[in-house]
């Protein structure tokens, strides 16, 4: 293999091995250069909806690329951001009134916090602080990192990041802490923001807490003054059972941000979502009050016309269905690991389920990680386990065979990696 230039995500170019070449990805499957198939386990890093080229998804990406490129969206307007933004307005939470383009989950996460900040500054009130919950994560930007979990990830660039107030994760009986933690940081009159990932923690390990912790969450944070900043980045779209996560807890959350799924995840784009009133306090003929942010792709009418089309795929085809059917299959499978000493922690929340490997050396960079992900690998299944978390978060046309090959790979990959004690 000649050596090539690239520089990969999250990939340790001095142990890991060359991954493989796709040419083809189609359903739930992916086929290498030399014609092996490959089970998409993580939806492409939790993008894939609906199965790899959706027809419809691809269909719009095509019509529209024979009439329109990118556009500047700060000085013309386009049919396929337009219907996208009332689109987005109905299907959200109650509240959102306000749709800003972006084009991936980092900036929608950045451009929230912003959003916060200056509704603020531009009522003349001196709040500043953002609360999260600790485990968080919410990209791989500055700010995205400054509001996520630190550690090994972002050790390096701790010099750059702005302090958060860290809110303890909510775990099971012990929610109250939490929501005490975030009482008493509310205390100051500072908070601008309590920023979370509804329900499902992702890159954080999959750690998953109720939706009745969530509503309290918004509710304490609005009691304190803030605003309840909804990163639905890899929880909308049906990945938790419901459309929007925060739907489980009848939450309207003051800003909701989205990217993966939006367009079915075909093609990079991210919506801010935001109420009235945070729009308003931008809006003034007083122009320092302007929202100044863009990024030179927002809105890129292709983008939008895909993920208009995968609103008509929620329309049309009975996907609720579907995700119901998958979370039923995960919740069915999860008796399978009790007792089973080399497994902790068996979870699931709609889509995604998730199991904790007991190892000596539990974290991101424990040394089960690159073996489990070898063996899946080598079974023609594409599993990227968090440390010593291994999860599923399939597209949603996965059958129940190959949830089956799935489980039981987890098995025999607990066999044959695992060094339980
Ligand atoms: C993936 C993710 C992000 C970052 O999205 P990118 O498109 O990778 O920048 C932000 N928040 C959450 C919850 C995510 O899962």
Redesign the pocket.
Known sequence: MTSSPLWRPFFQHAVEPTPPTIVEASGAWLTTDSGDRILDAISS???ITHGHRHPAIMEAIRKTSERLDQLIFASVTHEPAERLARELVALAPEGLAHVFFSD??????EVALKMALGTFRNRGEARTRVAVLEG??????IG?MSVGERGVFNAAYEPLLFDVVRLPFPHPGREQATLDALEVAGRGGELAAVLV?PLV???GGMRMYGADTLAELARVAREAGALFVA?????GWGRTGALFACEHAGVAPDIL?T??GLTGGAL?L?ATLATAEIFDAHRSTDRSKTFFHSSSFTANPIACAAALANVGVWRDEPVAERVAALAAHHAARMPRFDGDERFANARACGTIAAVDLRVDDPGYLAEVGPKLRAFFLGRGLLVRPLGETIYLMPPYCVTEPELDRLYDAIFEAAGVVGAPR
């Open positions: 890093w939790w993008v991936s989950g980092s900036t929608a996460v968080g994560y919410h990209g791989d930007t995205a990932e923690l992702g890159a990163d639905e980045v890899m929880t941000c990217s993966k990079p991210a």
